[in-house]
DNA sequence: CCCTCAGGTTAACGACCACTAACCCGCCTG
DNA sequence: CAGGCGGGTTAGTGGTCGTTAACCTGAGGG
């Protein structure tokens, strides 16, 4: 009702968007069904189809711009700070943070219902996915020469889940707020990166952590 | 028809439940029928309910199950080597990547079909992952004792979102081994940890990895 | 002033699906 | 050999859901 901020000129099909985001991500594709999803926007049931061409047709808009956005954005960071790799590596983590923080809605549903596409769609981000993942490679390569690459590329995906974990998080209270979570993500992702081409010797069993080269 | 492999006691229950976990996640519980989860075990349809009360019952138990067991491996681990707290760590972390190489389905679904349960069970699987989850905050804490409390806990969180990425990987190939990821794996969440309390004067833009004190 | 048309509405339809009912059979026990 | 019973089967049922059909309305332009 009292929708007092966003007056922007937010078209329908975007507030459409958001609110089946948020639906899915919280209960699943299969779980909403489209009259939820049009009583989220204030209009009821199939008025929805005057938007888009089904419920599928929502999921993939949502995933295909998800990872457009984020494939852009990773390019616009690597273009900017493009002599040095480990300020570019700050500006990726930084960037793919604040998406993580600020649209998990988006994150989630980015890695939970992509087998829910067409395959057409599905194709596509998963096109787009690659090419962000080996985005990140080839610049955690250029600040990790050492490591393999198999090894980097491995990393770079676990370091998409230690970013993307934010969504999952119980109730905040016991849990720092926006801006340390962020500095905070950001260190453990870099203490993860550094810790990619320790030399395999640290042996299991002894409690030692990792020694790292003083580089 | 041919089952010919797979003699062992494998109760019908367990084989039922194996293959519910599996196609959980990949399609989701509401993607699921109960009628293709009979055809994976060789009986079709309704004969399931010989063995569970319905579709919400084996999720239910699933997500429990492998709770309980995350928890109870946990607590082992923790008494069995209760001195140093550095190798309760690695034995922790050790225990967690054998669970997410080797029974990856479980894994997705406890971070993702959660809500899908009644509230009396979806209460229990919380108050278990709550457990297991203060479980490693303790230890951390112990090991990287300057550290905030809430910021452990945030690592954590972090660092079990690294831990249970492998799902998310692609097809292998381009991917390590499984001995090969279970050491990487274990590298990065001790670095990941590391950097928790790094001090927080490392500037965003520098590209330096965080500094870690030689302890 | 009509006419179009964007953007709604409600009603209905067909598919799917979890679950139940009713029946069946082979094995073990007494 | 009787009979219970664990573990199946197929047919059916009620409900939900995505989608379509048919109808309505208010605003803007010629």
Redesign the interface.
Known sequence: MSNAHAPAPTSRREQILKEAARLFA??????VGVDEIGAAVGISGPGLYRHFAGKDAMLAELLVGISERLLAGGRMRVEEGGE????V??ALI?GHIDFALDDRPLITLH???L??LREADRKRV?QLQ?QYVELWVQVVRQ?HAES?E??V???V?????????TP???RPG???GRP??A??????????????D?E?A?G???????A?RAG
């Open positions: 919280e209960r699943g594709f299969h779980g040095n790799p480990a300020a590596l700050d930084d890695d939970r219902e087998d829910r998963r690659r600040v393999a198999s090894e590329r491995a990393a995906h676990a370091v998409f889940g230690l970013l993307n974990s999952h998080l119980g016991s849990l720092p340390e979570m500095r905070l993500l950001h260190r453990l992702a870099l203490g993860a990166f550094g810790a990619v320790a395999a640290a299991a069993g002894d409690g030692a952590v990792a790292r």
